[in-house]
C-alpha cells in the first residue's frame, strides 16, 4: 500500500494547535482513498477513530467535522476519509455489492492507523454515519482488537406499506453477543431510524450501549425549518452529536478492554 501526502493543515483546538494532514491511501485493490488525520496538540500516543462518511455525505460535511474537532479536543486522534467510489466520481459513484469494497476502504484506513506512532493500536474505535455504521460494524466483528463502535444516523428501519419494519438485526448482526461499547446517536425524525424500533434492539446489546436522540431527520436536520432557522438548528445538532460522541469515546478509551 502506498502512501502520498498531499498537504498539512492547522486547525486550533481549545487554544492549542492540532495538526490535520490530508493523505492519500491505495487500497489493495488500487484504488485511492482521500484522508484528513487529525491529530490533538503533542506527541502523543493517541486513541483514535475511524470514521466513515454516509453514502454521500463526505467527510467534510457538519456531522463528521464536528464529531473530529471534539473528539481531537477530547484528546482523541480521528481518521475521516471518503469512499473511493465518491472521490472517483460524486455524482454518480455508487457503494458496491454487499459493501465488500467499502469493508477493504475502511480497512485500509484503519491498518495505515495501526501502524501510525502517534496512536495506540489498542484503543481505536470504528464509527461511521449511515451507511457507514454498517462498515463500521462489520469491522468492529472481524477485528477483535477494536474498543467499540459509534454510529451515527443508523439505519435501523424501513416503512412498508405504512408499517415500520425493523432492519436492525440485518445492519447490525450479533448485537447480544457484543460486549465493547456502542453508542447510537439519531434524530428524532428519521425515517431510517425509528427510535422505538432503535431502543428495542439498543437493549439486547451484551455490553455497554448509548442511545442519544436529538432533533432532526436523518441528516439531523429538522425539515419544518427554512433558512438561517434551519441552518442554526443544523449546526447545534451537530455540534451536540460532537460533544457526545467525544464523551463516549474518551470515557472507554480510558477503560480496560472488556
Known sequence: MQLRLLVSLLCTVAFHICSAQAIALQTPRGAQLDVIATFPPGQGPFPAVILAPGSGYHMTLPILEEVAKQ???????????????????PRVGRPSENLTREIEDMTTVLNHA???TRVVAGRIFVGGKSLGTGV???????????RGVLLLTPVCSSLKDGTVV???DEN???????RRPISFIL??????????????????AAGPVRVSVLSGNHGLEDPALSGSEKDIAKLRSARLAGALAAEFVAQYAQQNAP
Do not use: H, M
Open 114 to 116: 495501526r501502524r501510525e
Open 187 to 204: 434524530g428524532d425524525q428519521d425515517p431510517l431510524c425509528s427510535v422505538g424500533v432503535l431502543y428495542r434492539f439498543a437493549a439486547s
Open 71 to 89: 473528539l481531537a479536543e477530547r484528546g482523541v486522534a480521528v481518521y475521516r476519509f471518503n469512499w473511493a467510489y465518491f472521490s472517483k466520481d
Open 136 to 146: 463500521a460494524w462489520s469491522l468492529l466483528a472481524a477485528n477483535k482488537d477494536l
Open 166 to 168: 425493523t432492519e436492525a
Open 172 to 178: 447490525y448482526p450479533g448485537i447480544s453477543a457484543e
